[in-house]
């Protein structure tokens, strides 16, 4: 008999099958052959086997159930309504028997507090549970054969659902059920530990936490008991006291032959269910699982893809990626658009300093329709500032400078500190990489130029008719104030170097306002100073610019009075003759001058509507302001007594004033002055053409 049951004795529990000491064996052995004589049944006495971990096991597995690579037996892997079965391959003869099953199990959810359904670790006469159903049925039953007598099974569940058609006493329940879910005992999870008073402690099945099941079935007396604990790592961690413990006798309920094994299901909760480790035994003790060999629970729920979230996840994270990515692109091409260079010393500017993003936004994105003109520094846009709709002229110069760039600023600043009435007043800055914005007051009447000499894209409206007398002389006495205010009112004398029509504009009230002032000044600090630039424009350069280089008040009166002759002449600084040979405007007025025509000089657009007197003396002041010896000219501050008639006029010998004059004198080595002079300036033509050639 005893040769019978060694011969039972699982051979496919490898390693995992626990060599039994000679004493054990032989205490198991008197043991099995006290129940056998009390059982009188032939059989398997001394059956066991125990799994600490499941690598290389060969249960039958079914539905959802696999062992993992860990070596962690999972019965369910979190895809909802499932069920999964690992059954002990051996039938067994345990009718009548004293049997005693352990095992350690760990129940995974994917939310904290609600989990489905359960496992149980059953006895059942077949390993074919294909007509069970899952969820509430933990894959053991199904709805027509629950409750059953033919069923002929037994189950201890671990219940984490509470289902009423069951009579579930709660959702985390330890139930003995026979044939049924409807549990002939069961008690909530828990136990009652050795130590202290053995107060009822309770477990929370889906706590994530590995705890220990003892299943202990006396043949004898048909007492079932179940104990549960935490998984201890102590060994004989076991308590004393069952949690359950009922009397009934299974020998009507358990067949001849049996299979034991688990099953579990999942219902509308994404849960796992694992077995750690498993142990079982016929007619003893069911031995001892070794703890510290399980293989460990996963840390954390990986909630399952469902179905729809394979399609819609991998779409959702592509488009997500798109669109970070796009927002990125974006982003830094806002940043790339707006930016602008801005340095802690810059803080004391504050108030003049523009951000790009308003001057984008003020002249739509620099848009070409709002392109009012190309400059010699660069273009200029037409643009409202956004918050105080205030109009404004922005000037894009480019400059490439870094060092000196905060006496750059400051002298930007400074500009914008001059304020008079007959100067387009400067209002602020900004400075972006080669770039410096220069944000202007506009001008609605736009540039003088236009209307003295008319484009013919310029329109009928802005001819010379239109730009009567009183506006004519009322721009130059406005051009000569702003110019004293720069000369000898601003705290340092400023020299303006460009004037010329196209730097004169006027604003709505068609009053002369000399733009462009200052910029010299920057021009300086950008250039290299090695090949000081001339800076100035053709036919309004004084003679000695030649020699010199250097622009000084004087230059500039040079300037205003050639634009005193091109505002009444209407006529522009070069002009040509009848031979198409170049020729000065002012020579020209000097030579009606001589002829006693003056008054001829003056713009014929203007139909004789102009008083006679009036226009000699203007004449006569531009001649004065262009004459060729620096020292003759007036400073601005005569300039506009004489065109107020504060003051008459000195009186000039025309052929003074000429530059064959001059260049007669230079001849005859007559003064020192042109005898200085740089080329030969022979005549009239080849001195322009020298001044044209810079
Ligand atoms: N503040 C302003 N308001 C209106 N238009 C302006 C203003 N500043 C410049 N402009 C226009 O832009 C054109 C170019 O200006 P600017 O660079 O000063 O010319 P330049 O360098 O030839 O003197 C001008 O002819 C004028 O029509
Ligand atoms: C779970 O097991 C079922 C049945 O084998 C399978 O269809 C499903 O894809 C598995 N789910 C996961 C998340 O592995
Ligand atoms: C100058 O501008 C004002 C206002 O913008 C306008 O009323 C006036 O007609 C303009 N003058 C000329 C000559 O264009």
């Not at 049951?5 to 490898?14: K, Q, V």
């Not at 390693?15 to 032939?42: D, F, H, P, Q």
């Not at 059920?177 to 130590?195: C, H």
């Not at 008073?197 to 099941?213: K, P």
Request: glycine share 8%; with cysteine; charged share 20%.
């Amino acid at each position: 008999m005893y040769a019978t049951t060694s011969a039972w004795l699982d051979r496919e529990t490898r390693s995992e099958v626990t060599t039994m000491s000679a004493n054990k064996l032989a205490l198991i052995l008197v043991v099995g052959l006290l129940i056998n004589l009390v059982a009188r049944t032939a059989g398997d006495d001394g059956h066991q086997f125990v799994y600490s971990g499941f690598a290389g096991s060969s249960f039958l597995l079914d539905g959802a159930a696999s062992v993992t690579g860990s070596g962690l037996l999972e019965l369910t892997n979190g895809t909802l309504r499932l069920k999964g079965h690992a059954i002990y391959r051996t039938p067994l003869r345990l009718r009548g028997r004293s049997f005693s099953s352990s095992f350690v199990f760990g129940i995974l959810s994917a939310y904290p507090d609600v989990s489905a359904n359960g496992i149980a670790l059953f006895v059942a006469p077949t390993t074919n549970l294909s007509g069970a159903m899952a969820a509430q049925y933990i894959g053991l039953l199904n709805s027509s054969n629950n409750g059953n007598a033919t069923n002929h099974v037994f189950a201890v569940e671990l219940d984490t659902m509470q289902n009423n058609e069951f009579r579930d006493l709660s959702d985390n329940h330890v139930g003995i059920d026979v044939n049924s879910l409807v549990s002939v005992n069961s008690t909530d999870a828990g136990y009652y530990p050795d130590d202290g008073n053995g107060e009822f402690r309770n477990l929370t099945l889906i706590s994530h936490e590995a705890m220990q099941v003892w299943v202990d079935y006396e043949g004898g007396t048909g007492r079932i008991n179940v104990t549960l604990a935490p998984l201890n790592l102590k060994t004989g961690s076991r308590p004393a006291r069952p949690l359950l413990s009922v009397v009934h006798d299974l020998s009507a309920v358990i067949p001849d032959t049996a299979y034991i094994g688990f099953s579990s299901s999942t219902g509308l909760v994404s849960s796992r269910h694992y077995i750690l480790g498993w142990s079982f035994a016929v007619g003893g003790p069911a031995p001892a699982i070794d703890v510290a060999r399980l293989p460990k629970l996963p840390r954390d729920f990986q909630k399952p893809r469902s179905k729809a979230m394979e399609v819609i996840l991998p779409i959702a994270t592509a488009a997500l990626v798109l669109l970070t990515g796009t927002a990125l692109v974006l982003l830094r091409r806002r940043q790339l658009r707006y930016s602008e260079l801005r340095e802690d010393w810059e803080v004391e500017f504050g108030p003049h300093r523009f951000s790009y993003k308003d001057l984008f936004r003020a002249t739509e994105g620099f848009k070409n329709k709002n392109l009012l003109g190309v400059g010699g520094f660069g273009k200029v846009y037409r643009g409202a500032l956004p918050a105080s709709k205030c109009q404004i002229a922005v000037k894009r110069v480019s400059h490439s400078s870094k060092q000196g760039m905060k006496e750059f600023v400051a002298e930007i600043v400074s500009i914008g500190r001059m304020q008079h009435p007959n100067l387009v007043q400067l209002l602020g800055y900004c400075r972006r990489k080669g770039e410096l914005l220069l944000v202007y007051e506009y001008m609605s009447n736009g540039s003088l130029d236009k209307y003295l000499h008319p484009q013919p894209q310029d329109g009928d409206k802005q001819n010379g008719a239109t730009l009567n007398w009183a506006h004519r002389l009322g721009i130059i006495k406005g051009i000569a104030s702003g110019l004293i205010y720069l000369h000898e009112e601003w705290e340092k004398v400023v020299v303006h170097r460009d004037i010329k029509a196209s730097n004169v504009l006027l604003d709505a009230g068609m009053n002369g306002r000399l733009g462009d002032f200052g910029l010299a000044m920057l021009y300086d600090h950008t250039a290299d100073p090695e090949t000081s630039h001339v800076v100035g424009t053709i036919g309004y350069l004084a003679p000695e610019i030649g020699r010199t280089s250097k622009a000084t008040i004087l230059t500039d009166v040079f300037a205003f009075g050639i634009f005193v002759l091109e505002v009444i002449c209407g006529k522009k600084p070069i002009m040509q003759d009848s031979k198409d040979d170049q020729l000065m405007l002012a020579d020209w007025v000097v030579g009606h001058w001589s002829r006693g025509s003056l008054v001829e000089a003056v713009d014929t657009r203007l139909q004789g509507e102009y008083d006679d007197d009036e226009a000699c003396v203007v004449l006569k002041v531009g001649l004065l302001c262009s004459h060729p010896f620096p020292e003759a000219r007036p400073a601005m501050r005569q300039v506009l007594q004489y065109l107020n008639g504060d003051m008459p006029v000195p009186e000039l010998v025309p052929a003074h004033l000429s530059l064959q004059m001059l260049a007669f004198m230079q001849n005859e080595g007559f003064d020192s002055y042109i005898m200085s002079y740089p080329s030969s300036v022979e005549s009239v033509n080849s001195f322009t053409s020298l001044v044209q050639q810079r």
